[in-house]
C-alpha cells in the first residue's frame, strides 16, 4: 500500500508511523488520561484496515483524520484534543509557506500527484517542469490572495472544483475556435513578423501550425480550427500549378488539356499531402510554453465549404488528413503508433452518412481510421441542426473549443451567425454527488444545499470573468490583435467581448449517476433514475439562464472532463461520508451525465438515453461507447456511425491503440495490480510493466491521452465494460 505525502510525493504505507504518533501524543497528556499499548495498536490496525479498504493510495491528512476518529472512538478525548493540537501546530508551520516543498518534489520528479495530473505531459521535461513550477506559484496566490477564502475552502474539500488555478494569477481565458479564415486571407502578425496572405497550400498548412503554436501559448484550454478556412488554398495551388505545367509541356510541345489537368491534379495531390504532414507533425513535435504539444482540435465539415469547387477540394483535404492519421506517427523505436494530437472531427451528414451518398467514400475512410487510431468523433450535423437554434430561429452546426467545449448560438450585429473568434472564460465545476449524500434522501434538504452550491459556484465563475475584466489586447497580441479571436487597437481592453454573448461561462457538472443513486436508490438507466436526472439537469439550467438574464454574460452549462479532479472528488466524498456501495465505493465519480462505467448497456441504448440528456448541457457535451477491436468489423462501426447521426448531436468510438516497445507486442496493454495494490500497466505478452518502454492510448475525457493516469482513472478504464 502507498501513501501520499503532503508535498505530492508517493512513499510505502509504513503502519509504524501511526503507532508512534499515537504514542507520542499519549505521552504528553497526564497518566489518568492515557490509553494503554494495546489500544494504541488497536487504533493502528483499524486505520490501517480503513486504508486497505479503499483500495487506493491515501493521504496523510485522511490517516490523520481517521487516527483522530479512532481515538475519539475509545473516549479519550484528552489524548484527542492533545493529538489534534499537535496536528494542528504542525499545519500552521507548514502554511508559512505552501509551496517550495511542492516545488522541489516536482523538479525531483517524485510529486505523484503532479505526474499524473495530465496524461499529456511529461513531468520530467524541463518546460513541463518550468510550468508546473509556475502552476504552484499560481495557485499559492489564488488561495491566499485572488479568490474568496469560502470558495478556496470549498474547492480543497471537493465540494466544487476551481479549473486551471495554476493559471488563474495570469489575465488567461480557457479555450477557442481559432479564426483561421481571417488570419490566412487577411495575414497576420506572429513575432513581431508580418505574415502575409499565403500563395499556396502548403504555405497556409505551414502558417497555420505555427498560428497554433502561438495560440496555445497565450491560453491554457483547447483550441479548434476548420479545415475549410485551408480549403480555398487548394485552388490558390491549383492555378499555379497549371501554369507551372502548361509552361513546361508547351516547352515539349504538348497542349493537350486533358494532359495538363492530369499532371496539374496529381502534383496538387502530392501538395495536399505535403502540407497535411506538415500539420501533423509539427502539431505532435511542438512544444508550447505550457509544456505540452498544443491541444488541437481539427474539424471537417463539408457542409462549410462556400460552393461546389471548395467542397470537392475540401474532400481531398480531409481524405488526406483521414490517411495520414490511419498511418499514425512513428515513435522512438521507429514503430508506427497513435498520437495524441490533433483530435479530429468528423461531421455526418446527409452527403456522406448514407451508402450511396457522394461522400460516403470518406466516411468510409472515417471509420477505419476509428477503428485504427480511436479518432475522429462525429458531430451529426442533423441533431446539432435542431439543438443549435439562434435567435433567428435557425440552426447552426460548428465544431466545440477543444474536447467539448461549445460555444451558444450568437448573431453578430449584422444579423449573422458567428463562431470563430469567439472564447470561453473559464470552467467552475459543482460536485452533484456530494449534494445528493448531504440531502440525505430528502429532496426539499436536497433543493436547499443545491441552492447554496449554485451561488457558490456562480460567485466562483465571477471571479473568473473579473480577473478577466480589464485585460488589455496587448497581453495577447496573436489573440486580440492580430486576428486569431479579433483585431483591436493596441491598449484596448477585451472587455466589450466579456458580454452579450460573445464568450461563454462554463457551469460545469459531475457525478450525475452517484447523485441520482444517492437520492433515489434508482440508476440513471431506470425510468425513475432517468427522469430524477434531467430533473437535476433542468434545475442546472434554470440557474444559468437566470445568471445570463440579470448580468448579460453567457453562463452555459457543461459536462465537465474531469482527468485527476474525478480521484480528487473521489477522495472527498470517501473523506465525508466513507465507503458507500455504488456512490462512494470506487476511486472516481463518473464524468458528467454518463452512465456509469460498469453497468452493462448496448451501445445503442446508452446512446439513446444519452442524448436527452446532452441535450440539456448546451456549453458542451460528449457522449462514448466502449468497444473492442474493430479494425475488422467496419460494418459495426459504420452502424454506430449511422446510429449517432440520426440519434445523438456528438459522440464518439472508445477503442484501443497500445504497442509494447520490448516485445512488439501491438494488441492491448492491461492494467493490473502490484504487490502494493497499486494499479499497473503490463503487457500480456512479455509482462513489462516499464510505462516508459510501452505505448499506450486511451480516451479520458473526450480526447486521448498517452501519458498514463491517476489511481482513481486508471481503475475507472480498468472497470469499463464493451457496449458492443
Known sequence: MKLIKRNGSEAIFDSQKIYSAVEKANRAVGESDRIKDSDIRKITDKVVKKCEKLGRAVSVEEVQDMVEREIMALGAFTLAKTYITYRYTRELVRKSNTTDDKIISLIECNNEEVKQENSNKNPTVNSVQRDYMAGEVSKDITRRILLPADIVKAHEEGLIHFHDADYFAQHMHNCDLVNLEDMLQNGTVISGTMIEKPHSFSTACNIAT??????????????????????????????????????????????????????????????????????QYQVVTLLTTNGQAPFITVFMYLGEAKDEVERADLALIIEEVLLQR????????????????????????????????????????????????????????????????????????????????????????????????????????????????????????????????????????????????GTLSDAAPILWQYGALTRLNKGETI????????????????????????????????????????????????????????????????GTPLESTTYKFAKCLQKRFGVIEGVTDRSYITNSYHVHVTEEIDAFEKLALEAKFQALSPGGAISYVEVPDMQNNLDAVLGVMEYIYDNIMYA??????????????????????????????ECPNCHNRDQSKMNVARRTCGYIGTQYWNQGRTQEIKDRVLHL
Not at 509552361?247 to 502540407?275: F, H, M, P, Q, V
Not at 472508445?654 to 497499486?678: H, L, M, P, R, W
Request: with cysteine; glycine share 8%; net charge negative.
Open 652 to 681: 464518439e468510438l472508445n477503442t484501443k491503440s497500445d504497442y509494447c516497445q520490448v516485445c512488439g507486442y501491438d494488441g492491448e496493454i492491461q492494467i493490473c495490480e502490484d504487490a502494493d495494490g497499486k494499479l499497473v500497466w
Open 495 to 558: 472587455d466589450k467581448y466579456l458580454y452579450g454573448g460573445y464568450s461563454t461561462l462554463s457551469l460545469g457538472y459531475a457525478g450525475l449517476w452517484e447523485c441520482v443513486y444517492a437520492l433515489s436508490g434508482k440508476k440513471l438507466t431506470e425510468p425513475e433514475g432517468e427522469e430524477l436526472g434531467l430533473e437535476i439537469m433542468r434545475m442546472l439550467n434554470s440557474y444559468t439562464a437566470r445568471w445570463k438574464a440579470a448580468e448579460n454574460i453567457d453562463y452555459s452549462l457543461y
Open 210 to 279: 505555427q498560428i497554433i503554436a502561438q495560440v496555445a501559448s497565450n491560453q491554457y484550454g483547447g483550441q479548434s480550427i476548420s479545415l475549410t478556412h485551408l480549403a480555398p488554398f487548394v485552388n490558390v495551388s491549383r492555378m499555379k500549378l497549371r501554369r507551372e505545367v502548361t509552361e513546361e509541356l508547351s516547352e515539349a510541345g504538348i497542349t493537350d488539356e486533358a494532359t495538363i489537368n492530369k499532371i496539374t491534379e496529381k502534383r496538387l495531390r502530392d501538395e495536399i499531402n505535403r502540407g497535411v504532414q506538415c500539420i
Open 326 to 469: 490511419i498511418r499514425g506517427v512513428k515513435n522512438e523505436a521507429g514503430v508506427w503508433i497513435t498520437p495524441a494530437f490533433p483530435k479530429l472531427i468528423y461531421v455526418l451528414e446527409e452527403d456522406n452518412v448514407r451508402e450511396g451518398s457522394k461522400y460516403h467514400y470518406l466516411t468510409k475512410l472515417a471509420a477505419k481510421c476509428t477503428a485504427k487510431r480511436m479518432v475522429p468523433d462525429y458531430i451529426s450535423e442533423k441533431i446539432m441542426l435542431e439543438n443549435k437554434i439562434d435567435k433567428n430561429g435557425e440552426g447552426h452546426c460548428y465544431t466545440c473549443m477543444g474536447c467539448r467545449s461549445f460555444l451558444t448560438p450568437y448573431v453578430d450585429g449584422d444579423g449573422k451567425p458567428k463562431y470563430y473568434g469567439r472564447f470561453n472564460q473559464g470552467v467552475v465545476t459543482v460536485n452533484l454527488v456530494d449534494i445528493g449524500l448531504s440531502a440525505g434522501k430528502d429532496m426539499d434538504r436536497f433543493r436547499e444545499i443545491f441552492d447554496e452550491r449554485m451561488e457558490l459556484c456562480h460567485r466562483a465563475l465571477r471571479a473568473r470573468h473579473e480577473r478577466l475584466l
